[in-house]
């Protein structure tokens, strides 16, 4: 009676409805806060996925062009010069190798590469033909792969056997040979029982070796010149003439190596300079050097 004499009846229900609305509120809030609580758990979820995603992409992306630059690529595993004790271990061990009947490669590659060749060694067919001429071997298992230079070639040939097929004479010195080094101011010959040489032969001759501001025009300069190494390579022919033993290996530069390719058995270029006798001394090691190239 008193609380609605005084008007605090009516306060006190105004009291409740406001508590009840606060509340209400605080419930809303509260739910309001949950959600955005999960949504901010979601969002960093799927920024999580998000960063794995593109990582994985970027592995991905990574792996192809790693694999497409191997595919355009191809090089050799490792390649080594091989001469003296380490050739004849290397070629040792290549005479060592047993397979199954039909187990292993063979090949002499000159200029075209054999079918046999391009079956066996797939992709990297192409290392065999840039490495040419040369030996190859191989076997079918994939386990070995080479090409070997050969200073004294045999004729093409491919054949699967149960070893490795070749004379390791191709690769060294052996037997009797003549070996002459041509450079277009130089001639040195040597007549050799395998690395013993048992005659020597050499000579310079005189060849201009730039022009002269005041004499005559480039053009005369260079027919005179030409006309000395003409000269030069027809009194190395000559001198190869009076060689006593066979076959003939002629070494040098490869401007005047075509003048000798009807008469050599084996043309190759070398880089050997200074006097005729040191300078065939040189190459004569070049020459019998083996380019060992591993695919």
């Known amino acids: 009676m008193l ?9 006190k229900e105004r009291i409740a409805e406001l508590e009840e609305d606060k509340r209400h509120l605080e419930r809303q809030l509260e739910a309001e806060q949950e959600r955005r609580a999960d949504a901010a ?10 960063n794995r995603l593109e990582d994985r992409i970027a592995d991905l992306e990574g792996t ?3 694999l497409e630059g191997e595919e355009t690529s191809l090089d050799y595993r490792r390649r080594e010069r091989l001469r003296g004790e380490r050739l004849i271990a290397v070629l040792d061990r290549l005479e060592s190798v047993e397979t199954d009947p039909e187990g292993a490669l063979t090949a002499f590659v000159a200029d075209d590469t054999p079918d ?3 079956d066996a060694f797939g992709e990297r ?3 065999v ?5 040369c030996l190859a071997v191989t076997d079918d298992a994939g386990l070995l792969g080479a090409t070997l230079s050969v200073p004294a070639p045999p004729e093409p040939f491919a054949e699967w056997s149960d070893g490795f097929q070749f004379d390791p004479a191709w690769f060294a010195p052996e037997g009797q040979f003549s070996l002459a080094l041509v450079r277009s101011d130089l001639f040195a010959m040597g007549e050799y029982d395998g690395r013993e040489r048992t005659a020597f032969h050499g000579f310079d001759s005189e060849l201009k070796s730039q022009h002269s501001k005041g004499g005559f025009s480039q053009a005369r300069f260079e027919r005179l010149r030409d006309e000395q190494i003409d000269s030069h390579v027809d009194r190395c022919l000559e001198a190869l003439d009076e060689r006593t033993t066979d076959p003939l290996y002629v070494v040098g530069e490869r401007t005047v190596l075509p003048a000798f390719s009807s008469v050599a058995d084996v043309t190759a270029t070398v880089d050997a300079t200074g006097d005729p006798e040191p300078a065939l001394a040189d190459a004569f090691r070049d020459f019998w050097t083996v380019q060992l190239r591993a695919i």
């Open 3 to 11: 609380d609605e004499l005084l008007g605090r009846a009516e306060l």
């Open 41 to 50: 758990s979601d969002r960093q979820e799927a920024e999580q996925r998000a």
């Open 64 to 66: 192809v062009d790693r």
């Open 116 to 118: 046999a060749v391009r």
């Open 125 to 127: 067919a192409t290392l």
């Open 129 to 133: 033909s840039e490495a040419a001429p």
